[in-house]
């Protein structure tokens, strides 16, 4: 018998954890593919996940009726936290199956050797890394440590395809999104009939009063600051809200804040920030001041602007659902140096304002002389 294990938290299972499992299924030709949701993963002690029994529920209709995929709850029974080698020796010694195989991501097989006992997964276990990156091969470096470590190979298993998170899913969730050709249905309703994944203040606002298609420019730009923010050792949290309330006032009407002074001058365009900044500080009592600023400044830019602010800045720029011609080059800038793709975007930016007759707003134009030096 083959028999895999693959385990996650699953918060909440989505299109691509059902994608792998059925490629795993068919790929490693096996017996019996088992789902496990974590108690606690031990690297997310503080994430404020939904019921162990909602996941697993969800997993269970995600994977109705498939005969070789079956959902388990050993780890949710056991509690305390979920360490692989144990869950891997449990189905190992009940099973005793002829291939055991030990389903791991590329983040996860990075930092392997650090986990508890790899040397007991290892005996019990081959790991296979499921490949999620579409044409470049990042893993190289961690398949080649495990092998001069342990003298074990990793078995590669590809799933080409866009990549979805459980992140993207509750931003949407809370944004009021529909969650189509992210999860399945009975996922979605099983979510909505149990209230699951509700936001805070701040998102209800949101989900409230902005027009649904600007929600996923802010979902957009929700998830590629969070992904910044984690890659530049910033604050998750704040790069959440600031890209949350980012375009807060897009659709307010000055005349409704009667207090609310606004810079001399200010174009049309660029109006929504500094209101935006005021609405957050004075509708939604944003009070932190680095929230605040980031808001503040995203559209113009200014000089010597914080880590937090240049987030922001960029992420509205290049968040995926932006399609002009050349965002593809600035993600790739982005990705490869943020400080500098930062300047280029900058740079781009003043371009097509010139380009197409439009005044540079002078706070843009300091931004841009400031960054020149520094
Ligand atoms: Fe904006
Ligand atoms: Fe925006």
């Not at 030990?102 to 986990?115: A, H, K, Q, R």
């Not at 529909?178 to 999860?183: A, E, P, R, V, Y």
Request: with cysteine.
């Amino acid at each position: 018998m083959k028999v895999a294990i693959f385990g996650g938290s699953f918060d909440p299972v989505h299109l691509d954890h059902i994608k792998i499992a059925k490629t795993l299924v068919y790929e490693l030709c096996l017996d019996k593919l088992y789902i496990i949701p974590t108690f606690i993963a031990p690297h997310k002690k503080n994430m404020g996940a939904v019921s162990g029994e909602h996941r697993l529920n969800m997993l269970k209709l995600a994977f109705e009726g498939e005969d070789k995929i079956e959902v388990s709850d050993y780890e949710l029974m056991k509690q305390g936290v979920s360490y692989s080698y144990q869950t891997v020796e449990h189905f190992y010694d009940t099973l005793k199956p002829e291939k055991l195989y030990f389903i791991v991501g590329s983040d996860m097989l990075e930092n392997f050797p650090t986990w508890k006992y790899p040397e007991r997964i290892l005996d019990k276990a081959s790991l296979v890394l499921v490949e999620r990156r579409n044409g470049e091969n990042q893993d190289d470096k961690a398949i080649i440590a495990i092998k001069s470590l342990y003298d074990k190979g990793v078995t590669t298993v590809k799933v080409h395809g866009e990549t979805v998170s459980s992140t993207k899913l509750r931003v949407y969730l809370k944004l009021g999104l529909s969650l189509d050709g992210l999860t399945d249905k009975k996922v979605e309703d099983y979510i909505k009939s149990n209230g699951l994944y509700k936001g805070d203040k701040y998102y209800e606002y949101i989900a409230k009063n902005i027009p649904e298609k600007r929600k996923y420019h802010i979902a957009g730009v929700i998830l590629t600051a969070i992904s910044l923010a984690k890659k530049l050792g910033a604050d998750e949290k704040k790069a959440e809200l600031s890209a949350l309330l980012h375009d807060v006032a897009k659709y307010e009407n000055l005349s409704n804040f009667p207090n609310f002074s606004l810079p001399s001058e200010t174009p049309k365009d660029i109006v929504h920030q500094y209101l935006g900044e005021y609405i957050a500080k004075t509708v939604l009592e944003v009070l932190d001041n680095e929230v605040l600023t980031a808001i503040k400044y995203h559209t113009t830019g200014r000089p010597n602007m914080s880590l937090l602010e240049k987030i922001i800045y960029v992420a509205d720029i290049i968040e995926p659902s932006r399609k002009f011609l050349g965002v593809e080059e600035l993600r790739q800038e982005i990705k490869k140096d943020f400080f500098k793709g930062f300047k280029i975007c900058l740079e781009e930016i003043v371009e097509f304002l010139l380009k197409t007759g439009t005044e540079v707003y002078p706070l843009t134009l300091d931004a841009l002389n400031y960054y020149k030096e520094n």
